[in-house]
T-cell receptor
């Protein structure tokens, strides 16, 4: 079955710097890769997603890149702000219903 | 419109008791998922409902766990004879249908088994 690995588990950056979180997946049939942000005491919220027919997608300060050959995808946050501090999860989905999540990255943005 | 809601937000129970957790999906969403999130860990798939199809229960960790859904609305997750290892946040998510991949999560129910 699909396995999604996420690195790093913790990331600390200075406000204004960029943050990069990387994920790898095992099943080459996976075709949908969402990223979720989870703030303390809340459920995960979808922030950006990418499908396997696209290599990069941007939404303001957030971008996701996908390398299908290497089976890895990354989240890039530019000009980080304190409110970006949260836990971020990557995930992979094959086209059925089951979405497999990474273990999460706790991002700290220091003011 | 209203998002996914879950109740209770917190539940403390004694080992061996049964608990019921409730999820109200977004109106019109036919797909509903339950996940378990242990402290500091990722999301573990438990069960999936799609319309009137038979649910996929492949993620349920033991026969103490069960879930029901009434049509395309409310779902309840039941844990019988709770154990301390059941302590976790239980998250519910819904999506418009099987073909729409975006999942919308509720705030979760934090279950503590003492």
């Amino acid at each position: 079955g699909e396995n999604v690995e996420q690195h790093p588990s913790t990331l600390s950056v200075q406000e204004g710097d960029s943050a990069v979180i990387k994920c790898t997946y095992s099943d080459s049939a996976s075709n949908y890769f969402p990223w979720y942000k989870q703030e303390l005491g809340k459920g995960p919220q979808l922030i950006i997603d990418i499908r396997s027919n696209v290599g990069e997608k941007k939404d303001q300060r957030i971008a996701v890149t996908l390398n299908k050959t290497a089976k890895h995808f990354s989240l890039h946050i530019t000009e980080t702000q304190p409110e970006d501090s949260a836990v971020y999860f990557c995930a992979g989905r094959q086209g059925g219903f089951k979405t497999i999540f990474g273990a999460g990255t706790r991002l700290f943005v220091k003011a | 419109g209203a998002g996914v809601s879950q109740s209770p937000s917190n539940k403390v129970t004694e080992k061996g008791k049964d608990v019921e957790l409730r999820c109200d999906p977004i109106s019109g969403h036919t797909a509903l998922y339950w996940y378990r999130q242990r402290l500091g860990q990722g999301l573990e798939f438990l069960i999936y409902f799609q319309g009137n199809s038979a649910p996929d229960k492949s993620g349920l960790p033991s026969d103490r766990f069960s879930a029901e859904r009434t049509g395309e609305s409310v779902s309840t997750l039941t844990i019988q004879r709770t154990q301390q290892e059941d302590s976790a946040v239980y998250l519910c998510a819904s999506s418009r249908d099987r073909g729409r991949y975006e999942q919308y999560f509720g705030p979760g129910t934090r279950l503590t088994v003492t």
